[in-house]
Structure formats: C-alpha cells, structure tokens
C-alpha cells in the first residue's frame, strides 16, 4: 500500500478505529455479552466483528510486527523484574522471545472475538475501559479491574501468558496493522446509527419532529 493512500483501518473524519480481541479466557468465561456492552454503551460503534480460532501464526503475526519488537519487549520485563527484586539471567532476546511464545500460546489455545470499535478517540476511550495490562493493578470500573485477579507473578509461576481478558490496541499505527492481521478490507463496514447523530451531530435540534 502506498503512503499516501486511505487505509481501510482507518475511522472517517473526526473519529478513529481501533483492534479489540476478546481473548480465550473471556470467551471461556462466558464474558463476551458483558464486554462488548461495556463499549457500546460508552457510544463506540461496532464496524466489524468476527468469532474465530486463530492460528498460530495469525497469533504471532499480531504480536510480532518486527524482530526489534521481541528484544524490546524483553528489555521491558527485565526492567519490570529488576525492580520487583527478580534475578533475570536470560538476555533481552531471549526474555522476549519467550514471552512472545506463550502469547501466541495462549491466543491460539481457544477461539476469540476480534472486534473493530469507531469513535472518538476510540483508542484511549477503550484502553480507559479495559484497565492496565497487569489485571491485579487494574482500577475497579474497568474490565480486568472487575472480572479478574492474574498478576503477573501468578502467570510467571504458571509459566504463561497473564489472563486479563482483552487485548486494545495501544497507537493508531498498532490499530491499522492489528486490524489487517485479522479483517480484509470487505469486513470493515462503514455506516451510520441513529446515536451517531445524538453523539457526534453539530445540530442536535435537528431531531425534532
């Protein structure tokens, strides 16, 4: 794709898309009703959403956008660890690597709900929603805050990836390439609600009769 084209990842004017995965732990737990309302009814717009097992290289693909991004990754958790206390004897590679495997792991382990949310500022309205990454450090009122209790400690004696339900994509270039690792173009749906106008018309008087 070119620079300077449209990508369909992208919200119309005024308003912004972004990646959302319903992870196996929610789907196994019977959450995704309660979830999905949670954005809705804050007034973000469903423009695509599909139920699907991913593989593991759809899995991988959504995690890794690059090589650099695993020994990053690792840097992060050894920073994370080193102030914690924890001994960490794995370079950054190595670190991110496997935390990169049990992602993927855990992504492909069940199916998943990819939804792609419309709105204004989608992104930081839904990463409020959802909580921090760290569900044991999640705020009551969001989504990890109230449905679940992983730390990471208890994943890291588990040897796994930490349960917290949700995946959001962080940046507007994390959500365009997330939504390609999991839409095509045809099931990306633009369109307009009735709340559309209450929430974003200029004229709210025009709904008078």
Known sequence: MKLHEPSFAKATAGKERTLVLLKPDAVQRNLIGEIISRFERVGLKIVALKFLVPTKEQAF????????????????????????????????????QSIIDRLVKFLSSSPVVAIVLEGNQAI????????????????VGTVRGDYTVDSYALADNGDRAVRNLVHASSSQFDSEYETKVWFSEK??????????????????DSINE
Request: charged content about 35%.
């Open 124 to 139: 930081a309205v839904t990463r409020k929603l959802v909580g921090s990454t760290e569900p044991l450090q999640s705020a």
């Open 187 to 204: 099931e990306v749906v633009n369109y307009k609600n009735v709340r559309d106008k209450i929430l974003y018309d200029v004229n709210f």
């Open 61 to 96: 693909k959504h995690y890794v956008k690059n090589e650099e991004e695993i020994v990053a990754l690792g840097n992060r958790s050894i920073e994370g660890k080193k102030k914690s206390g924890i001994e960490v004897k794995e370079s950054p590679k190595e670190l991110g």
